[in-house]
């Protein structure tokens, strides 16, 4: 399969998650991954744009959320970024059951939960530019399927 790529932008809104869970999920699909893989993608997905709502947004729906994916043979790449408040500390943030919001009952595992599934996760972030997750999978096996 030739190189592809895909970006959309929307509002820091809860129920923006799934739009881009789904967008990416099927983005992916023409290269047939296995349903593992796949509920991996959409995982990591969603933990990062829950964190760029909830966290780097702090749940305003002025924020926007972009979402970019892209494909290179078997070798795909999501990038999600946020204008918000930026991450004080990365190494901190990047700890199992840490979380700056307990107060909400949140688990502090997105980012332990992205490197599980991910072959690679890198998190830039500063106050003055907000935060970019790269999460990138090179896929197991792929039969490009074609409509």
Not at 16 to 44: G, Q
Not at 100 to 106: A, D, Q, T, V
Request: hydrophobic share 35%; with cysteine.
């Amino acid at each position: 399969m030739k190189k592809n790529h895909m970006k959309i932008e929307f509002s820091s809104i809860s129920q923006n998650e799934s739009l881009a869970r789904i967008a990416v999920a099927s983005f992916i699909s023409p290269l047939n991954p296995t349903m593992d893989e796949l509920t991996d993608f959409k995982t990591v997905v969603s933990e990062a744009v829950t964190n760029s709502i909830i966290h780097g947004y702090e749940e305003s729906p002025e924020g926007k959320v972009i979402v970019e994916c892209t494909i290179d043979q078997e070798h795909i790449e999501i990038v999600i970024k946020d204008y918000g408040v930026g991450i004080e500390n990365i190494e901190e943030a990047r700890e199992p059951l840490f979380t700056s919001k307990p107060e909400w009952e949140r688990s502090g595992m997105g980012f332990t939960i992205m490197e599980n599934f991910m072959d690679k996760v890198d998190i830039k972030s500063s106050k003055e530019d907000g935060t970019t997750i790269t999460l990138a999978k090179q896929l197991t096996t792929t039969k490009v399927i074609y409509n």
